[in-house]
């Protein structure tokens, strides 16, 4: 069993910068994958960003590649998405996603564990 809780979500202006965090329970994190999804009001929730459990392999959206970097520190628990040049469309609720070996998928079913998520709102 896994929890998740996001944080670091907030009201930026286009442009700026966020960090949200993800905080895992459990002494397995070193073996589980992690993701990024994120959903928008009306829309579907859609993948951002994904690491590997092992290797350190990553995987962006095609909307996000150069602009977000998600990272991991095992010995903390934790999981990272660094938000840069955010853009007004980037507006959703940002959820982090655990897998059990997962390979920086990018497919929800890859997924296990999910946090409640945490609100990203860029203004224009």
């Known amino acids: 069993q896994v929890q998740l809780v996001e944080s670091g979500g907030g009201l930026v202006q286009a442009g700026g910068s966020l960090r949200l965090s993800c905080a895992a329970s459990g002494t397995l994190f070193s073996r589980y994958g992690m993701g990024w999804f994120r959903q928008a009001p009306g829309k579907e929730r859609e993948f951002v960003a994904a690491?590997?459990?092992?290797?350190?392999?990553?995987k962006y959206a095609d909307s996000v590649k150069g602009r977000f970097t998600i990272s991991r520190d095992n010995a903390k628990n934790m999981v990272y998405l660094q938000m840069n040049s955010l853009k007004p469309e980037d507006t959703a609720v940002f959820h982090c996603?655990?897998?059990?070996?997962?390979?920086?998928?990018?497919?929800?079913?890859?997924?296990?564990?999910w946090g409640q998520g945490t609100q990203v709102t860029v203004s224009a």
């Open positions: 996603a655990a897998g059990y070996y997962s390979r920086a998928a990018a497919t929800q079913n890859e997924y296990t564990y």
């Open positions: 690491i590997s459990w092992i290797g350190g392999i990553t």
